[in-house]
């Protein structure tokens, strides 16, 4: 039972976090310290189950460009996010088969999380003086999947953060078209991931070994927080600015600096 509902609370962080500029990836690090360490593969997955979440919300979006490839503003966009996602596929593939490794402990994270919040407020700055432009240029689609990369190899970046502020940096100075374009682009990428990591489960043998009603139960609500965290996102960025989401970032940061010992 104790097992269940920490499948249930990861799952909730992970619905909450995906999407939010705060990083799942860094506040499922520190969740594991009290509510158990996890496999790859669960942890990949529950952010699928994040990322089901929006196919569910840009599900008339998603139809328009896929069965619009006959205009070329739709034709355009979608080699867009197919550039941005082979970006991150190919530098992210070279980083495992390089035998790249994310870290385990928690202070690394919680640089980046303070680190990442102070650089946002700083790029919301810079992102204000820009034009409100909602084109997304080849310029922002290559950014995009560069700043995938990286909120990959440091967790704690936050990919969302990265992608929506690259974005917004590099010519998008619109918030909605800067933030669809991040999401979006995360769609391919986290299903990718998560094939990736079922296959390699299954060729191990470590299959037999993997919870995968914990899976299950952990996806599910994944998808579910992650719709009403989305939907309110959305609504959120329409008036406001991120700066909320970089203030938590910083104190968080700070109070894991603080409390958790170094090398935990």
């Known amino acids: 039972m104790n097992d269940l509902l920490n499948s249930i609370l990861l799952g909730i962080i992970e619905g909450i976090t995906e999407f939010l500029p705060i990083s799942s990836t ?12 996890r496999s790859d593969l669960f942890n990949v997955g529950i952010q699928a ?27 355009a966009y979608a080699a867009k996010l197919l550039v941005s996602f082979l970006i ?4 992210g593939f070279a980083a495992t088969r390089l035998g790249f490794k994310l870290p385990e402990t928690v202070r690394p994270v919680a640089w980046a999380l303070l680190l990442g919040g102070v650089w946002m407020i700083l790029a919301e700055a810079l992102a204000a003086r820009q034009p409100e432009r909602a084109e997304i240029t080849w310029r ?27 974005a917004m940096l590099a010519g998008t100075g619109q918030r909605a078209a ?13 299903f990718a991931a998560t094939g990736y990591e ?12 993997e919870d995968w009603s914990a899976l299950a139960v952990a996806f599910v609500v994944s998808a579910v927080t992650a719709f009403v965290a989305v939907k309110w996102l959305l609504g959120y960025i329409r ?26």
Request: charged share 10%; glycine share 10%; net charge positive.
């Open 26 to 37: 860094g506040h499922l690090l520190v969740a594991e310290r009290w509510l158990g360490a």
């Open 49 to 75: 189950g994040a990322i089901l979440a929006v196919v569910l919300i840009y599900r008339a979006r998603l139809w328009q460009l896929a069965t619009g490839l006959g205009e070329p503003a739709n034709r």
């Open 88 to 91: 991150t596929a190919v530098l």
């Open 140 to 166: 922002v689609a290559v950014l995009v999947g560069l700043a995938q990369v990286a909120a990959a190899i440091f967790p704690g970046t936050s990919r969302s953060a990265a992608t929506i502020f690259v």
């Open 178 to 190: 800067a933030t669809e374009f991040a999401f979006l682009v995360g769609i391919p990428t986290m």
């Open 198 to 209: 079922l296959l390699k489960t299954l060729r191990s043998g470590a299959a037999v070994h």
């Open 239 to 264: 008036t406001h600015r991120f700066t909320p989401f970089a203030l938590y970032r910083i104190a968080f940061g700070l109070a894991l600096l603080l409390l958790i010992p170094a090398g935990e």
